[in-house]
């Protein structure tokens, strides 16, 4: 095929976004479109220790990854689930896992049932009902075992961490392979045509000239075309997600690689926890209206595993979305099209959905209004459906140790937050809206985790007796305990499947 007279597509910025957009694009298309990627060595990405959630498994269905393969390239380790420390009070602790709760039920959902036992005090704590959270309390993990679909073993679900440095390099390489051509060079120049104002080239330092028809930002904070050339506008959610700034920095391994994420409420803002197999990644997200960087910095450095392995890099944001995350012939993906802190591992998800719902509504040479639209409005549910479940996590505290954590307590929420805190308070009950993400047990592990207690429990858990409801439970409990038990630690687990090969070392 003569490529020459192919359309083109230009991504401008590599990074996570722009390499999971461009290995996705390769995949699909197939070498029908020119695919261009424009980055410079100049420009740093933001990369940091990443962390995930299970949806990743479709995207690399998508491109046919080896997973073994990806783990060693990626320093990669497992994550069944989120620890988070001290957020509703003090010396809390709870786990918000992946995949499923308790047993299904044909009345009623079994937390129902668990809560009834719970408000009664004769039920165990949440995470000893799913095989995810117990096996995360003993440092356990192995891929589900779908050979054995009556047992919980089948039931693990889990996601990753890894360095997003190696992720990126991992997925230029496989877009490479499949016929994306990297243009090295800053972007110093949007040219735009008069009339539509369609984005048509973007001139580099060097004075090339990179022509194209459909583009797609993926520059990060800098938004260089969605916002930059277009001047799209930007919705702002900081009165809810006060957090503006984060520090990030690697440490080195000296404790058991845990088969999550740890998230720690701070003074004024959480820490996080991300290990891999070659160190921990760590940050600070706080809010500068209540702490400065320096104490951030300390406050980071002070609750670190082992010594740091580079300097403390400071991350400023401003939480919230692009008012069109598609504008004229231009999509903005990642960091270009909206921020929500990585509380909840959101963020690889939603370049994820970028991408998916761009193949959905993948354009022809027009541009057609009703398909930007539908494009938009589906980019809009996926970032507010995240944003009401992080916005949960600070409204649902009874901490007030702080100005920061009284601020979050009793700040107003979206009405759409509110209905579902009101709903569960009732009598537990909970909802999934069409396809968001976080399903009800995502809901249910988080409100109880935050100590938002239900009145009572649905009314139809009373046709079974307190005695049957109890040896339900208890059977639960012990089939999880066993299976837990013959479960390999995640790191001999790792150790035999996906070990990253030793740096080699050149001297000097």
Known sequence: MDTSLSPSIVIVGGGTSGWMTAAALAKVLQGRYRISLVESDEISTIGVGE????????????????????????????????EFVNWARLGDRYIHGFGVVGQENATVDFHQYWLKQYLAGQASELEQYSINTAACLQNKFMRPRLDMPNSPLSQIAYA??????????????????????????????????????????????????????????????????????????????????????????????????????????????????????????????????YISEDEATAVLLGNLDGAPLADPRPIRFVTGKRKQAWNRNVVSIGLACGFIEPLESTSIHLVQMGIAHLLTMFPSAGFEAADREHYNRAMDQEYTWVRDFIILHYKATERTDSPFWNYCRTMEIPASLQHRIDLFRSHGRLYREGTELFMKLSWLQVLHGQRVRPLSYHPLVDLRSPAEVQEYLDEIEGVIRACVDVMPSHARFIAEHCAARPAVRVAA
Request: proline residues 3%.
């Open 160 to 289: 990753f961490h890894f360095d997003a440095s190696l992720y990126a390099k991992f997925l230029r390489g496989y877009s490479e392979a499949r016929g994306v051509q990297r243009i090295e060079g800053r972007v110093t120049e949007v040219q735009t045509r008069e009339g539509d104002g369609h984005v048509t080239a973007l001139v580099l330092q060097s004075g090339q000239r990179v022509e194209g028809e459909f583009f797609i930002d993926c520059s990060g904070f800098r938004a260089l075309l969605i916002e930059g050339a277009l001047n799209t506008g930007y919705e702002d959610w900081s009165h809810w997600l006060p957090c503006d700034r984060a520090v990030a920095v690697p440490c080195a391994s000296v404790a058991e690689l845990t088969p999550y994420t740890r998230s720690t409420a701070r003074q004024a803002g959480w820490q996080w926890r991300i290990p891999l197999q070659h160190r921990i990644g760590n940050g600070h997200v706080f809010c500068s209206k």
């Open 51 to 82: 962390a995930t959630i299970p949806m990743i498994s479709l995207f690399n269905r998508l491109l046919d990854l080896d997973e073994d393969e990806f783990m060693r390239q990626t320093q990669g380790s497992f994550k069944l689930g989120i």
